[in-house]
Nanobody, 124 residues
Framework: QVQLVESGGGLVQAGGSLRLSCAAS????????MGWFRQAPGKEREFVAV????????RYADSVKGRFTISRDIAKNTVYLQMNSLKPEDTAVYYC?????????????????WGQGTQVIVSS
C-alpha cells in the first residue's frame, strides 16, 4: 500500500521559514515525479513544485520561485520543500503527491498518489 506522509507544517511569522517533509513508502518511487501542491481556504488546489525522483530536475510555480526549494533524499525515500521568506498568501494546506506518467507536471489530475496534507499558516 502506497503511503505519502507529510510533516513539518505549522505557524510562522511572515519572512520566516519552514521545511516540509514527505515520507514515501509502499513501493519503489524511482520512476515517479514528486510534487507539492497547496490549497488555501476557498481556493482551488494549486501547483507549487515538482522534482524527478531519480534525476533531480525541478519545476516551480512562479509565485514561489526563488523562495521555495524542492529536494529529495533517495536513501530516505523522502521529499522536502524548504520554504523561505514566507508570506501570508502562502497560508494553505500543503500536499505531497506522486506522478508516474507526466514529466514535471503541474496538473494535479495527473498525480496518482496523495498525502493527507499539512497545514501552513503564515501570520502578518
Amino acid at each position: 500500500q502506497v503511503q505519502l506522509v507529510e510533516s513539518g507544517g505549522g505557524l510562522v511569522q511572515a519572512g520566516g521559514s519552514l521545511r516540509l517533509s514527505c515520507a514515501a513508502s509502499g513501493r519503489t518511487f524511482s520512476n515517479y515525479d514528486m510534487g507539492w501542491f497547496r490549497q488555501a481556504p476557498g481556493k482551488e488546489r494549486e501547483f507549487v513544485a515538482v522534482i524527478t525522483w531519480s534525476g533531480g530536475n525541478t519545476r516551480y510555480a512562479d509565485s514561489v520561485k526563488g523562495r521555495f526549494t524542492i529536494s529529495r533524499d533517495i536513501a530516505k525515500n523522502t521529499v522536502y520543500l524548504q520554504m523561505n521568506s514566507l508570506k501570508p498568501e502562502d497560508t494553505a494546506v500543503y500536499y505531497c503527491a506522486a506522478n508516474r506518467g507526466s514529466y514535471l507536471s503541474r496538473r494535479d489530475g495527473e498525480y496518482d498518489y496523495w498525502g493527507q496534507g499539512t497545514q501552513v499558516i503564515v501570520s502578518s
